[in-house]
């Protein structure tokens, strides 16, 4: 199995010895059919089994998890309608996952009330949740997590047109992209963390590589001041791109999504530090028992560069925001 590794490194002009985190990043988990009846039979924990030393391991573990866990609503209408019991929220938790990210096109497939249920259940188990939440100032809200010493930020979109469930002051509701909203909002969150975070589910089914509004969004993000974006929603791994010396991962493809192994994923492996992102990109091997895990044989880890081209800056608007407040000088590395 291919396995695909880049690095990036970003040293300060100064640097310093400085706490470090250790955060692991995948992509999208669906905890709802074959996979909820795979659990039922196997045991919750089943899918997460290889991969859960390494995601325990990590200081932060971050996840797409892209279904409602709810026994309320009723399906809106569109093709799949992805809904687990909400007593599985538990095993995000025993997984090891620190923070997932709702702001997606299943966590709304039943409705607003199963989109709050499921923030609630998630966040009763101690995982913070990013990107949805009781009105739309809650799921724009920056959540911080606190690790040695350091604080890291997350913010999560969703950029795909249309909303399905749209945006409410008062009712419960996912964080849709905009450029306006995320430049403002990044902006905004930058000097309040150490490390901030983007989370964008946008993109192609499918798509070899990041769509004009994907790389929009994201390049938005990282000249408001984002140091990292990570990226789900084609169900497929793509390429990163190093845009103003900061990386953005717009495909890390699936995690826990199917038992017929489809697709692809990837999982990002990074240090990070008030004057670094040290970030590595290890594809995954996705299985029909839905048993994510890490190639096994050293032989299979060399890394390629197929999938990792790096694609040619956008340029996405005049006048926009620089990222200069942290005043990284960027090197870049890549083994191949
Ligand atoms: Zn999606």
């Not at 690095?7 to 706490?19: E, M, Y």
């Amino acid at each position: 199995m291919t396995c695909l590794l880049c690095v990036i490194q970003l040293l300060a002009v100064h640097p310093v010895a400085a706490q470090t985190v250790r955060l692991c990043a995948v992509g999208d988990i669906m905890l709802a059919g074959e996979i909820e009846r795979l659990m039922t039979k196997k045991g919750l924990l089943y899918p997460f089994a290889r991969m859960q030393p390494v995601l325990k391991g990590a200081d932060v573990t971050f996840g797409n998890l892209e279904c409602c866990l709810s026994t309320q609503g009723k399906p809106i209408p569109k093709q799949f309608n992805f809904r687990a019991d909400p007593s599985e929220a538990v095993v995000l938790k025993q997984a090891g996952f620190t923070i997932v990210s709702c702001a997606n096109n299943h966590a709304w497939d039943y409705g607003r009330d199963a989109l709050l249920e499921t923030v609630q259940d998630v966040e009763r188990t101690g995982v913070v949740v990013v990107g949805a939440g009781a009105n739309r100032a809650a799921a724009h809200r920056l959540r911080v997590i606190t690790k040695n010493g350091l604080k890291i930020g997350f913010l999560a979109y969703l950029g795909l047109i249309p909303a399905l469930v749209a945006e409410s002051e008062t009712e419960p509701c996912l964080s849709m992209a905009s450029v306006e909203s995320i430049r403002r909002e990044v902006a905004s969150a930058h000097d309040r963390v150490d490390v901030l975070i983007v989370s964008l589910h946008a993109g192609q089914e499918g798509a070899p590589s990041a769509t004009p509004r994907q790389r929009l969004f994201a390049q938005t993000a990282i000249d408001a001041g984002a140091d990292m974006v990570i990226g789900h929603h084609p169900h497929v791994v793509q390429p990163m791109e190093m845009y103003h010396g900061k990386p953005i991962f717009y495909s890390l493809g699936n995690f826990v999504f199917s038992v017929s192994g489809r697709g692809s994923g990837a999982m990002i492996d990074a240090t990070l530090t008030r004057h670094s992102v040290h970030a590595k990109m290890i594809r995954l091997v996705l299985t029909d028992n839905a048993q994510p895990h890490l190639p096994e044989s050293k032989h299979s880890r060399q890394p390629t560069r197929k999938g990792f081209r790096s694609q040619s800056p956008l340029s996405v608007r005049e006048g926009g925001l620089r990222n200069s407040r942290r005043r990284l000088q960027p090197h870049v590395s890549e083994e191949f």
